[in-house]
């Protein structure tokens, strides 16, 4: 808890000591990663056509989801791997879960939450969407480049 206050202080007191460049800076990082975020959630879903083949990409999205979240996973059955809720500032937790479509396809969706995100702190925010956007980007990649036969 006294880490956390103390993140908060220091971000409050590095915002308030900005400059209005820093300040401008800071703000076009942001909608740089903002638009980063937006272009990677479309690498966040993925598509199988069969059982066999859903349930490898689904065993590929769980290793995924171990290995980059900074929190230990919480749950893992046949649908759903999520890992515990980020308790410190810019911690990443993911979630990775397949949904039945037609037939026997399925799409596997991969979904990230970090803490102070959605605090209103353009630090925060670009702490937090550093991490997430690279997350983001390398799913579908890491899935995909492992189900070639």
């Known amino acids: 808890m006294q880490k956390a206050i103390a993140v908060i202080i220091t971000a409050i007191v590095l915002t308030g000591c900005a400059s ?17 975020l937006i272009a990677a959630d479309r ?33 893992s059955d046949d649908t759903t791997i999520s890992t515990y809720n980020p308790l410190d500032y810019g911690y990443v937790a993911l979630q990775a879960t397949k949904t039945p479509q037609a037939g026997e396809s399925a799409s596997i969706k991969l979904v990230a939450s970090c803490k102070g995100m959605n605090s209103g702190s353009d ?9 997430i956007a690279p997350a983001y980007e390398g799913f579908r990649t890491y899935i995909e480049s492992r189900m070639i036969p």
């Not at 800071?26 to 903002?34: D, I, K, T, W």
């Open 20 to 36: 209005p460049q820093e300040r401008q800076q800071r703000q076009s990082e942001n909608a740089r990663l903002q638009s980063r």
């Open 43 to 75: 690498s966040t879903t993925v598509t199988c056509s069969s059982k066999a083949m859903c349930e490898k990409a689904f065993s590929l999205a769980k290793v995924y989801v171990q290995t980059n979240a900074d929190m230990k996973v919480q749950f």
């Open 123 to 131: 630090l925060f925010f670009n702490m937090c969407a550093s991490k």
